[in-house]
């Protein structure tokens, strides 16, 4: 299994920055993408940034020049740098990795317990 891990997350002023952390541990072959989903209150989950093993990046539209993903993989950890926040950018933050248990396993999405991010004056 993977267990994923997050902190960072809590109350923030308009414009203020939040980072987030998300540390992957477990028993795994491994791991092909992490990043970052996000849940607002009534709304459904969304994309916000993932990033592949390989460095490649997928952003969400609204976030592109605010946010940005980075992952140390030796560590097998995910960053989410928010700046500019914004209060729409409220919400649960759910770290996300794809991952594979062993050579002989299908690879599947795991997911964290969230951290709530609050941008509120």
């Known amino acids: 299994q993977v267990q994923l891990v997050e902190s960072g997350g809590g109350l923030v002023q308009p414009g203020g920055s939040l980072r987030l952390s998300c540390a992957a541990s477990g028993s795994f072959l491994a791991i092909y993408s992490m990043g970052w989903y996000r849940q607002g209150l009534g709304k459904q989950r969304e994309l916000v940034a993932t990033m592949t093993s390989g460095g490649r990046t997928n952003y969400a539209d609204s976030v592109p020049g605010r946010f940005t993903i980075s992952t140390d993989n030796a560590k097998n950890t995910v960053y989410l740098q928010m700046n500019s926040l914004k209060p729409e950018d409220t919400a649960v933050y759910y770290c996300?990795?794809?991952?594979?248990?062993?050579?002989?396993?299908?690879?599947?999405?795991?997911w964290g317990q969230g951290t709530q991010v609050t941008v509120s004056s």
């Open positions: 996300y990795a794809y991952a594979a248990l062993g050579t002989l396993s299908v690879p599947r999405d795991y």
